[in-house]
T-cell receptor, first 114, second 112 residues
Framework: AQKVTQAQTEISVVEKEDVTLDCVYE???????LFWYKQPPSGELVFLIR??????QNEISGRYSWNFQKSTSSFNFTITASQVVDSAVYFC???????????FGAGTTVTVRA | DGGITQSPKYLFRKEGQNVTLSCEQN?????MYWYRQDPGQGLRLIYY???????QKGDIAEGYSVSREKKESFPLTVTSAQKNPTAFYLC???????????FGPGTRLTVL
């Protein structure tokens, strides 16, 4: 069975602070994909990144960066120099390689205060 | 513009009534999905369909039904058998064999 745990329910920071969101996953599969999605107040999920299990390189995209560590089954997400527009719920998800279903974590609500 | 549309954005129904949520996509995606989101919880899969005229139950299919008569459309019916239907419902789609899913804006259903 696949499981994704986002232990942080809510994080509140002041603008320009860095914020790191934790994601720990469980799977018996050797091939799998990990995702991060952003859900702004409008409700629509916005795709941020996909990482396959064979690629452990860290990824940076603007103010966003991701740290994938297979040894600890973690795929953490950092927002550098946070902005008010980063306020949203962020979901980590794991893909089933057999039928491409996504298993989501409970989400972390990030609030960035001006 | 290509995308996924869900209508309406807000829906109110009386208890005991069936209600159908619309999901349409013009991305030429083969696969479509329905998720339910409750406060403080992640998304849970209700039903999914990889091709037209075929669909499978997800983790919480009880009290829901779907159809997939056209590639572009995947309507979800919330039946009176669903014990707690008030929730935010999200539709998604993807190319078959691709696990990157694109999401619609969602429908917030409130059963009074």
């Amino acid at each position: 069975a696949q499981k994704v745990t986002q232990a942080q329910t809510e994080i509140s920071v002041v603008e320009k602070e860095d914020v790191t969101l934790d994601c720990v996953y469980e799977t018996r599969d050797t091939t799998y994909y990990l995702f991060w999605y952003k859900q702004p107040p409008s409700g629509e999920l916005v795709f941020l990144i996909r990482r396959n299990s064979f690629d452990e390189q860290n990824e940076i995209s603007g103010r966003y960066s991701w740290n994938f560590q297979k040894s600890t089954s973690s795929f953490n997400f950092t927002i550098t120099a946070s902005q008010v527009v980063d306020s949203a719920v962020y979901f980590c998800a794991l893909s089933d390689p057999n039928d491409y279903k996504l298993s989501f974590g409970a989400g972390t609500t990030v609030t960035v205060r001006a | 513009d290509g995308g996924i549309t869900q209508s309406p954005k807000y829906l109110f129904r009386k208890e005991g009534q069936n209600v159908t949520l619309s999901c349409e996509q013009n991305l030429n995606h083969d696969a479509m999905y329905w998720y339910r989101q409750d406060p403080g919880q992640g998304l849970r899969l209700i039903y999914y369909s990889q091709i037209v005229n075929d669909f499978q139950k997800g983790d919480i299919a009880e009290g829901y039904s779907v159809s997939r008569e056209k590639k572009e459309s995947f309507p979800l019916t919330v039946t009176s058998a669903q014990k707690n239907p008030t929730a935010f419902y999200l539709c998604a789609s993807s190319f078959r064999g691709d696990n990157e899913q694109f999401f619609g804006p969602g429908t917030r259903l409130t059963v009074l």
